[in-house]
């Protein structure tokens, strides 16, 4: 994704700032810091959250944050007399205020992607992702997404592509994440379904296929069993019906509080215990340049405190009840020696759903990656049931 603006361009997955055509030397906060205000240019961002998803949550003192907001002045060409572009709202916080265009860099041949908003029936903002032409097919948000940084993401961009190409594809941000709203009323399963009907009402659609994968899946199922009549085809990977403190299991309830530990203890840095567990977990297999996105993509994504109320808010997830109340044909596709949800839990969901179609994958990984030889098959077995 490129950011434009009068005579500058943020690449955000180069990383890297030009103006006049030169690239500009700018320290990563800083980078970080004008990436943030320049895609929330819609409102002003206070001091505290600029402290979340710059500096995750840690300490910084007003003087170092002026220190920084000059250094992205300068290096836009602006300053803090003229504030053409990079405005201070007295005692409020900081707004960009000028005229940003986004891009999506594609190949020769390749679908590009548009970013638009929708509002959530509790007032949320959700920044909602389209690309290609076709049937419709809508991916439920899961842990954790930026509909920007995916899309050119060496984890999704491959597979986000592959389904562009015969559909129109649909993905979102859900509350507290990506480009969507990060101060939402509430984190909640309720607030999860309530982001979804509404990416829905703002595609357009009366018929849709829905895609589903970790926690993204209960959501798919839980809008699949309520509304029948819209719903075309269902496909879930990596899911679960049971969030971890549901599942009765004392290890599953221990998993659970291991995981917020490790989030309010290491959450956006690169060498805590947590992004070593949160990586080797989803991505065993993955390469160096993948695993280093994914540990980006939670400082980029969302804050410490969100990220714990959200993966709170799954563990507390249960479906169950509504997987027989599904109409829709199911394929349900799960790796086998995934280590975030087990294999079992995909079983039970394609035992309880009526006629729905189960297929293991040859995978340790909870995200299917472009270089395994399991993706062919994960998009073989989707690209055949869709069709």
């Known amino acids: 994704m490129i950011l434009r603006f009068e005579e500058c361009a943020i690449d955000i997955d180069r990383r890297e700032l030009r103006r006049d055509g030169e690239s500009i030397h700018i320290e990563p906060q800083v980078f970080d810091l004008l990436v943030y205000l320049a895609t929330h240019r819609d409102r002003v961002v206070g001091k505290d959250e600029l402290f979340s998803a710059v500096w995750s949550g840690r300490l910084v003192s007003d003087a170092t944050l002026a220190s920084r907001i000059n250094a992205a002045r300068v290096a836009i060409g602006d300053s803090g007399q003229a504030q053409r572009l990079l405005r201070t709202i007295p005692k409020r916080g900081f707004r960009f205020v000028g005229e940003v265009a986004r891009e999506s860099e594609t190949h020769a041949g390749e679908p590009g992607q548009s970013v ?14 389209t690309s290609g032409d076709g049937e419709v097919l809508i991916k439920t ?8 940084h995916d899309w050119s993401s ?4 491959p597979t986000f592509r592959r389904w562009s190409a015969g559909h129109r594809f649909v993905r979102y941000d859900a509350r507290g994440t990506g480009l969507s709203d990060r101060e939402p009323p509430e984190f909640s399963f309720a607030g999860f379904e309530r982001d979804f009907e509404a990416v829905v009402e703002s595609v357009g659609a ?19 069993a309520r509304h029948p009549e819209r719903v075309t085809k269902l496909v879930l990977h990596g899911a679960y019906a049971l969030g971890r403190i549901k599942r009765d299991r004392q290890a599953d309830t221990e998993q659970a509080a291991a995981y917020l530990t490790l989030i309010r203890h290491g959450w956006g840095y690169a060498n805590s215990a947590f992004m070593k567990a949160f990586s080797a977990l989803y991505l065993p297999n993955g390469t160096p340049e993948q695993i280093q996105w994914f540990c980006d993509l939670q400082r980029t994504t969302t804050s410490p405190d969100n990220a714990i109320a959200i993966r709170t808010s799954c563990d507390e997830i249960d479906v169950t ?4 109340q599904v109409r829709a044909p199911t394929l349900v596709l799960h790796s086998r020696h995934d280590s975030v949800v087990p294999f079992d839990h995909g079983r039970r969901i394609a035992v309880a759903i009526p006629n729905a179609r189960f297929v293991g994958l040859e995978s340790a990984n909870h995200v299917i ?18 069709s």
């Not at 638009?116 to 992702?129: E, I, K, P, Q, Y």
């Open 321 to 324: 009840p509504l997987l027989a």
């Open 141 to 148: 948000a899961n842990w954790l997404t930026h509909v920007e």
């Open 116 to 129: 638009n908003f929708c509002r959530s029936a509790d007032g949320v903002a959700l920044a909602v992702a």
């Open 154 to 157: 060496p984890v999704w961009g």
């Open 369 to 386: 990656l472009p270089q395994e030889p399991a993706w062919a098959q994960f998009m073989a077995e989707i690209d055949a049931f869709l």
């Open 206 to 224: 009366k018929r849709f296929a829905i895609l589903g994968m970790s926690q993204g899946a209960s959501v798919a199922i839980a809008y699949a």
